[in-house]
């Protein structure tokens, strides 16, 4: 599946229907129902590693991403329409400035980032309120293997 990729007149610009809280809910939940996994009111504990995953994982794939960018959203719904996503990206990678209608928290797993000349390493976040503008890049060390970056982000 090629992700099909957003352009406006400023540039690109994510598709967030996945984060408008009814919308998402309801994609998430369609998606656990169709392979039949229960976490909300279930009666066992829930892993990325269970049987059915790796399908869900791959239906809750974020299309239009730039090129370098990789995301998926967590089959989990935090709260009162909280969402989360896991983003891997390659070093040198590039998210054009754009902005979301959400708060955004992020914070890097692995690797590193850079925004507005701030490299954020491994534990660091940035939280961006809704409607400002704002671009990052997936820092290149020089080598392959500890270059790029997986970040962690939740919109609000």
Do not use: C
Request: glycine content about 10%; proline content about 6%.
């Amino acid at each position: 599946m090629s992700p099909k990729k957003r352009v406006t007149r400023q540039g690109w610009q994510p598709d967030d229907s996945a984060i408008e809280g009814s919308p998402g809910a309801r994609k998430i939940r369609a998606v656990l129902e169709e392979h039949g996994i229960i976490i909300v009111g279930g009666k066992k504990v829930v892993t990325s590693r269970d049987k059915g995953m790796d399908d869900v994982r791959f239906k809750l794939m974020r299309e239009g991403m730039p090129e370098g960018f990789v995301q998926w959203q967590l089959p989990i719904i935090f709260g009162a329409g909280t969402f989360a996503f896991l983003t891997k990206s390659d070093p040198g990678a590039i998210v054009p400035t754009h902005m979301h209608r959400r708060n955004l928290f992020r914070i890097v797993l692995w690797g590193s980032i850079i925004t507005d000349g701030i490299e954020l390493k491994t534990a660091d976040w940035m939280y961006v309120p809704k409607g400002v503008p704002y671009s990052y890049h997936a820092a290149f060390t020089g080598s392959p293997t500890l270059s790029g970056a997986i970040t962690l982000h939740l919109y609000d």
